[in-house]
């Protein structure tokens, strides 16, 4: 089979606890090598494992793994013969090994091992590409375009008139940019669409007319975008994304909308035009906010929230429409309460 993602190096058990400050277990091997990261229930001799859940403790002790990462507690639990180094952050410590080892999974490369500018990319003569970017065969930069050194523009992706791509960034296949200027350090993942026309239309009796869309799309530095996802440029004002913000695959993000600085915004998650999000915010999968909507920093909105007033910094919020989690926990427990006392009354669920 393919090894997708070979190793980058071999660690030793020392330098493992020196990268991750772990502490070895009396009688640890500290020159072993570790080649992989793997679970505990199918880990070898030449892979590290972890485990902080004590869901998992039948399999820490079948395990035949090379080294585990345990937090004190689960450390005086662990098989005389495995190598243990102990952590108050065991899964911290396993993302320090697995991004040492396999550092070529953090970013996407080039898709045909291209050095340079491929035949078959098409290249505008008035873009200004700087050295050391990689031009996959059939990306097509358009006239104007700007683009930073270090940076990948992957096979098939497609980058507008004027598009400015920073440094040291990842525009995955297929992708489009248009209307944007992006930082450094940026990763797009395959089939996202950045740029394109926002959803604006004026209703009226003669049908709908349609609301010009001439404003931007700012992705700002060390921002991960995921596969098939759509940020809309802005009509009266940008669309902007902040520094160190990830966004999963099919998110939705329409125009006007202003992202803060190191969000967190899970799968198919729609956000509606000129909603206002904060520093810090995490969203579970399918969150829905409603348009002009603001999110304080700090709040987190659990899976299918919807969205349709202000959430205050810093609060918990679930449900449609959403809540806060505490009022959310005492509706349920009201309606459970509610369902026992049918039962007790009616024990053969007979209807009336």
Sequence with gaps: MPDFFPTHCELTLGEIATLTQAEPRPGVPLERRIIDIAPLDVARGSDIAFLDNAKYLDALARTHAGACLLTPRFAAMAPAGLPVLVTAEPYRAFIAVARALFPSSLRPSSLFRTTGRATGAQVHPSAR????????????????????????????????PNVAIGRDCAIG?????????IGDRVIIHPGARIGQDGFGFLPSPQGHQKIPQHRRVIIQDDVEIGANTTIDRGSTRDTVIGEGTKIDNLVQIAHNVSIGRHCLIAGQTGISGSAQVGDFVMMGGQVGLADHVTIGSGAMLGAQSGVMSEVPARERYIGSPAEPVRDFMKGVATLRRLARGQKKADPNGDTQ
């Excluded at 700087?130 to 096979?155: N, Q, Y």
């Excluded at 296949?173 to 200027?181: E, I, N, P, R, Y």
């Design 129 to 160: 590409i700087e050295a050391g970017v990689t031009i996959d065969p059939l990306a097509v930069i358009g006239p104007g375009a700007e683009i930073g050194g270090g940076t990948l523009i992957a096979a098939g992706a497609v980058l507008g």
């Design 173 to 181: 296949a297929g992708v489009t940019v248009q209307h944007s200027l």
